[in-house]
């Protein structure tokens, strides 16, 4: 066959629908990366005319142009739309386009869920571009904190648009995060171990798991903050043994991590431009690894800097300071390992190396004020003035923004397959940085002369008038440099001349195909042993175009690809990837009614959809699988291996794994909330705790059952023996559950009586959904096994619902003892 | 910043002391960056490219010395401002409101004012902050830092006025659409005008 020939019958396989039905069925992730990097670019300039707003209102003293109402508004979306519909989004987009290629793989882990976060992503941003239209937007400010945010200080739908919209957004980042790391645990090239893997993938994987611990909290806080403005229950209500610390604690406790998961990717983007604009190797790939897991573990434990002037105890106000100094240090072991790599090795000031550039001159400084405020004295001065504005800017632009116009420049060429040509990018770059920098310093200036935040508009007379209008005036410049990147870049994509593959002699695998990227990515899968696999072997495409890898062969029209073992790298087995299909558009809708509902109060709306969507999930499992034994494969080289439904360890059980850590995550955030209401709010205990009865206890010891039930069924399989008995016995454990949970909803008093009510409420909420969800997983596999899909080879679906089971089980009979704890103690 | 109090004025001592350090730290990293580009011979390169020097000696230790220095200094400036014994210690209190604060005081019971606090001059004065609805801010920038008003706690800040005079106070935490007219101010007195103002005969 040859390498044309190969091309054409692999294009077939893996292409996207043709027509208007390809953006709407795709799941290809190419089509879906880019799709998410210009949708967050759309929130982008939303946001970009937000903050012009901002500026032209403080240009002048005592401006009428808008009101405090209108004003509070236009901030709060501004950094709403920033930090969760551009930034995170931004991310996802670039991992899910350049992973895959550059791990030389075919696609990711999970090509429909991938387009299911999309669209649940496009959905929830709409969400709060329809508010911010109509004039009901959230504006109590990014950080939403109650009472202000809650009904006492908010009556009105705005907030709700805040706590529903983000919240559905954050779907997208979950379900981006399972994927990413289990891609780059499987479904790299074959013998790419993890120490050879390209350092983006290491950047990317560090960054899913603090999304995936990261964003639970806040996930929580808004599901309690919701609860609280729509039925009543008292979380951060004072009087009723709420406290709104609570919310402080659980935002920040997402909010920091989520400045490292902003700069980790631009990181990543650094680490691997850097060393080809200087022609040389990165200094230090193994600090790097070190210095990022470390951020990545060091920023949750930051979370109350945000809160130094909350009246802290000395004691915990010294030991966060110094972690938050801390911090500083492996963000400097980067930054040194880059100013190396640029010493050795020779520089050519392309436009990404520029951009670059401008990452240091400006983040250095942001990094250097945020070990100024990290310094408590200073920031009770400092806090909620513009200086923090400033600072904030210096990190985030600096930080992510600037590096991020690095990656467009590097990776334009491979997306749009031509040549650089016209040179509207120069200028772009001097009116960005130029007006950044005059925005930016001057604002730190007002800060310090004791100008705050969130205030519409400022006396005269203060020695403001100046430093605000040339603040604004380098906003505008810098507004207009943004809309010369954008225009520098259309051009360039549509009308330049055809480029030559590779222009930046790269080394790593995304270079190694024909640009644009064809929808299969490789024609085979070659064994990698090298961080830079083209430097290694330069005859590396030809050979891949010409098949000499794995799955070289076109065969049954199915997208075939290899998952790998995590640490080796060895190729473990065979992996058939979904096709183009309308299911995941479909779900994120219907999914998007459950959220509807809830935002316009329509509640019979609510449990509506959310039969549509159990329905949707149990067709979209449905179809995977086999209803037979294949038994080993070819997968070329001379290579067998079994097929991904005759493994014990298949990618959803690895996706149900992390999914299951960030669930457990926001149990924990959930039991954290409750012992700090119990030991820190005032007007605490609550007019009865709950007792615990011998009837409750037993029927919780029969919960057991579940995860008894399905080990049973887990032999009995293996034996080729009959489920059915194994299977009832963990349904009737799982039923148990619930009968406890609901037990313990009926002796509860109404949850709007006191917070530990309300606490324990949710508790029991939660365990009703997980037991619930496990006992439909046990009835489909009951389905499943008499349709054919188990056998005794292929037993991997079942462990996937054991593990549900385990979670589901264990966390209702955590819930029952903390429901019962106070009032065994007392 | 023009301090008017010793909070305030550790404070802005430490803000010098920290610009100084971040410009001097500023340029030298931009010097570093801009010696990449110099025109040099590979063997050069090659030697110039060591990870001990890096990594371990600027990416390390550096950052380490000049972090566990600042820390110390940042620590003991904030034992300074902590709200301490004194003799002539004054108790006043601040309970905020959407958007207007009420001050009461220790020394002259069932006495209350709005919008304006009277404190001695050259007395150490804490100031037991509390909110009765949503969370505000206490800040009067020429005296000391600031510290949150939250609804169910009471927080503690030590200030200090050197001089009688008035001093402007804002509200230092997002509240709303009142969130910029929420001041008030500090009134310093003199040793007898306070005299007069605990005896009600200002």
């Given at each position: 066959?040859?390498?044309?020939?190969?091309?054409?019958?692999?294009?077939?396989?893996?292409?996207?629908?043709?027509?208007?039905?390809?953006?709407?069925?795709?799941?290809?992730?190419?089509?879906?990366?880019?799709?998410?990097?210009?949708?967050?670019?759309?929130?982008?300039?939303?946001?970009?005319?937000?903050?012009?707003?901002?500026?032209?209102?403080?240009?002048?003293?005592?401006?009428?142009?808008?009101?405090?109402?209108?004003?509070?508004?236009?901030?709060?979306?501004?950094?709403?739309?920033?930090?969760?519909?551009?930034?995170?989004?931004?991310?996802?987009?670039?991992?899910?386009?350049?992973?895959?290629?550059?791990?030389?793989?075919?696609?990711?882990?999970?090509?429909?869920?991938?387009?299911?976060?999309?669209?649940?992503?496009?959905?929830?941003?709409?969400?709060?571009?329809?508010?911010?239209?109509?004039?009901?937007?959230?504006d109590s400010g990014w950080f939403m904190y109650p009472p202000l945010s809650s009904t006492l200080g908010s009556p009105g739908i705005n907030p709700d648009f805040w706590l529903i919209g983000i919240t559905f957004v954050e779907i997208s980042a979950i379900s981006a995060a399972v994927e990413i790391v289990v891609t780059v645990l499987r479904y790299r090239a074959p013998g790419m171990t993890l120490a050879k893997m390209p350092i983006y993938a290491w950047y990317a994987l560090i960054t899913a798991m603090m999304i995936?611990?990261?964003?639970?909290?806040?996930?929580?806080?808004?599901?309690?903050?919701?609860?609280?403005?729509?039925?009543?229950?008292?979380?951060?209500?004072?009087?009723?043994?709420?406290?709104?610390?609570?919310?402080?604690?659980?935002?920040?406790?997402?909010?920091?991590?989520?400045?490292?998961?902003?700069?980790?990717?631009?990181?990543?983007?650094?680490?691997?431009?850097?060393?080809?604009?200087?022609?040389?190797?990165?200094?230090?790939?193994?600090?790097?690894?070190?210095?990022?897991?470390?951020?990545?573990?060091?920023?949750?434990?930051?979370?109350?800097?945000?809160?130094?002037?909350?009246?802290?105890?000395?004691?915990?106000?010294?030991?966060?300071s110094a972690a938050s100094t801390l911090v500083a240090v492996p963000t400097a072991v980067q930054i040194f390992a880059w100013i190396g790599t640029l010493t050795k090795g020779?520089?050519?000031?392309?436009?990404?190396?520029?951009?670059?550039?401008?990452?240091?001159?400006?983040?250095?400084?942001?990094?250097?004020?945020?070990?100024?405020?990290?310094?408590?004295?200073?920031?009770?001065?400092?806090?909620?003035?513009?200086?923090?504005?400033?600072?904030?800017?210096?990190?985030?632009?600096?930080?992510?923004?600037?590096?991020?116009?690095?990656a467009l420049y590097y990776w334009l060429p491979h997306i749009t397959g031509r040549k650089q040509f016209f040179r509207l990018g120069e200028t772009a770059f001097w009116l960005v940085t130029l007006g950044f920098?005059?925005?930016?310093?001057?604002?730190?200036?007002?800060?310090?002369?004791?100008?705050?935040?969130?205030?519409?508009?400022?006396?005269?007379?203060?020695?403001?008038?100046?430093?605000?209008?040339?603040?604004s005036i380098g906003g505008f410049v810098m507004a207009i440099g943004f809309a010369l990147v954008i225009v520098d870049v259309v051009v360039n994509a549509a009308v330049a001349i055809r480029g030559r593959r590779n222009p930046w002699r790269a080394g790593t695998m995304e270079w190694a195909m024909p640009t644009p990227a064809p929808a299969y990515n490789f024609a085979s899968l070659m064994p990698v042993d090298s961080r830079e696999p083209l430097h290694a072997d330069s005859s590396l495409p030809l050979r891949m175009a010409r098949g000499e890898g794995y799955l070289g062969e076109a065969r049954n029209g199915l997208r075939e690809t290899l998952a790998v073992a995590i640490s080796t790298g060895r190729p473990e087995y065979l992996v058939i990837l979904p096709?183009?299909?309308?299911?995941?558009?479909?779900?994120?809708?219907?999914?998007?009614?459950?959220?509807?509902?809830?935002?316009?109060?329509?509640?019979?709306?609510?449990?509506?959809?959310?039969?549509?969507?159990?329905?949707?999930?149990?067709?979209?499992?449905?179809g995977l699988g086999s209803r037979q034994d294949q038994g080993p494969q070819e997968v070329g080289r001379g290579l067998s291996l079994p097929p991904v439904s005759e493994v014990a360890d298949p990618p959803g059980w690895w996706g149900m794994l992390f999914l299951?850590?960030?669930?457990?995550?926001?149990?924990?955030?959930?039991?954290?909330?409750?012992?700090?209401?119990?030991?820190?709010?005032?007007?605490?205990?609550?007019?009865?705790?709950?007792?615990?009865?011998?009837?409750?206890?037993?029927?919780?010891?029969?919960?057991?059952?579940?995860?008894?039930?399905?080990?049973?069924?887990?032999?009995?399989?293996?034996?080729?023996?009959?489920?059915?008995?194994?299977?009832?016995?963990?349904?009737?454990?799982?039923?148990?559950?619930?009968?406890a949970a609901g037990l313990v909803l009926l002796h509860l008093p109404a949850p709007q009586t006191h917070a530990y009510d309300a606490t324990v409420w949710v508790l029991m909420g939660y365990s009703l959904v997980h037991c619930g969800v496990g006992l439909l997983m046990t009835g489909q596999m009951a389905a499943r096994r008499v349709a054919g899909f188990l056998s005794p080879a292929r037993r991997g679906e079942l462990r996937i619902v054991q593990l549900w089971v385990d979670y589901a089980t264990l966390t209702a009979l955590l819930s029952l003892a903390a429901a019962v704890l106070p009032g065994v103690l007392s | 910043?023009?301090?008017?109090?010793?909070?305030?004025?550790?404070?802005?001592?430490?803000?010098?002391?920290?610009?100084?350090?971040?410009?001097?730290?500023?340029?030298?990293?931009?010097?570093?960056?801009?010696?990449?580009?110099?025109?040099?011979?590979?063997?050069?390169?090659?030697?110039?490219?060591?990870?001990?020097?890096?990594?371990?000696?600027?990416?390390?230790?550096?950052?380490?010395?000049?972090?566990?220095a600042l820390l110390v200094y940042g620590l003991v400036i904030g034992e300074r401002l902590m709200p301490r014994d004194h003799p002539d210690r004054v108790t006043v209190s601040a309970e905020a409101r959407q958007w207007e604060w009420r001050f009461g005081y220790a020394d002259r019971p069932g006495h209350a004012t709005t919008g304006l606090l009277h404190i001695p001059a050259g007395q150490p004065v804490d100031v037991e902050i509390t909110s009765v609805d949503v969370i505000h801010g206490f800040w009067v920038p020429r005296l000391a830092g600031k510290l949150d008003a939250i609804p169910g706690h009471v927080n503690i800040l030590r200030i200090e006025a050197w001089e009688p005079g008035d001093y402007a106070g804002v509200s230092g935490e997002f509240s709303g659409a009142g969130y910029r007219e929420h001041r008030f101010t500090v009134r310093a007195h003199d040793a007898a005008g306070w005299t007069a103002f605990l005896e009600g005969t200002e």
């Open positions: 066959m040859t390498a044309l020939r190969r091309h054409r019958a692999l294009t077939k396989i893996w292409a996207s629908e043709s027509g208007w039905r390809r953006w709407f069925s795709t799941v290809n992730h190419s089509d879906l990366g880019l799709m998410f990097m210009c949708v967050s670019v759309f929130h982008f300039l939303v946001a970009g005319v937000l903050a012009m707003l901002i500026r032209a209102q403080l240009a002048s003293p005592r401006s009428a142009f808008m009101g405090a109402d209108v004003y509070n508004q236009v901030f709060t979306m501004h950094g709403t739309l920033m930090m969760f519909l551009f930034a995170i989004p931004m991310f996802e987009g670039l991992t899910i386009y350049l992973l895959p290629k550059l791990l030389g793989s075919r696609d990711l882990a999970f090509p429909r869920l991938t387009a299911y976060g999309f669209w649940c992503y496009v959905f929830g941003g709409s969400m709060l571009i329809f508010a911010l239209i109509a004039g009901i937007a959230p995936l611990t990261g964003f639970p909290p806040l996930i929580l806080g808004s599901i309690l903050l919701e609860l609280e403005r729509a039925f009543g229950l008292p979380f951060f209500q004072v009087a009723e043994g709420g406290d709104s610390l609570l919310w402080q604690h659980l935002f920040w406790l997402f909010g920091h991590p989520e400045v490292y998961i902003i700069f980790l990717p631009a990181a990543g983007v650094i680490s691997t431009i850097l060393p080809v604009m200087a022609r040389t190797t990165l200094l230090g790939y193994g600090w790097i690894v070190a210095a990022a897991a470390s951020l990545g573990v060091l920023s949750f434990g930051l979370w109350v800097h945000h809160m130094f002037t909350t009246g802290i105890p000395h004691l915990s106000l010294a030991f966060f020779r520089p050519e000031l392309h436009m990404p190396l520029r951009w670059i550039l401008a990452f240091f001159a400006t983040f250095v400084i942001g990094g250097l004020t945020g070990v100024m405020v990290a310094v408590v004295p200073f920031d009770w001065q400092a806090h909620d003035t513009h200086f923090i504005v400033a600072h904030l800017h210096y990190v985030l632009v600096g930080g992510f923004v600037f590096p991020m116009l690095a920098h005059v925005t930016f310093l001057a604002m730190h200036w007002v800060g310090l002369l004791g100008q705050r935040r969130r205030t519409e508009t400022y006396d005269p007379g203060q020695g403001w008038e100046a430093i605000n209008l040339i603040s096709g183009n299909t309308m299911l995941p558009i479909s779900m994120a809708f219907v999914t998007g009614f459950f959220f509807l509902g809830l935002l316009i109060k329509v509640y019979w709306l609510v449990p509506l959809a959310a039969v549509g969507v159990i329905a949707l999930a149990l067709r979209w499992v449905w299951l850590l960030a669930d457990a995550t926001l149990f924990g955030s959930l039991l954290f909330g409750y012992a700090f209401l119990w030991t820190v709010a005032p007007n605490w205990p609550p007019p009865a705790w709950m007792q615990p009865d011998p009837a409750l206890l037993a029927i919780a010891a029969a919960a057991v059952l579940g995860p008894l039930g399905l080990r049973l069924a887990q032999g009995a399989l293996a034996r080729g023996r009959g489920l059915g008995a194994g299977l009832g016995l963990a349904a009737l454990g799982l039923i148990a559950a619930l009968l | 910043m023009h301090p008017a109090g010793p909070a305030a004025q550790h404070i802005a001592t430490l803000w010098w002391v920290m610009l100084a350090g971040a410009v001097a730290i500023f340029v030298f990293t931009m010097l570093l960056l801009a010696l990449a580009f110099r025109k040099r011979r590979d063997e050069e390169r090659a030697e110039q490219g060591r990870e001990g020097l890096w990594l371990a000696g600027l990416g390390l230790a550096f950052p380490l010395t000049v972090l566990g």
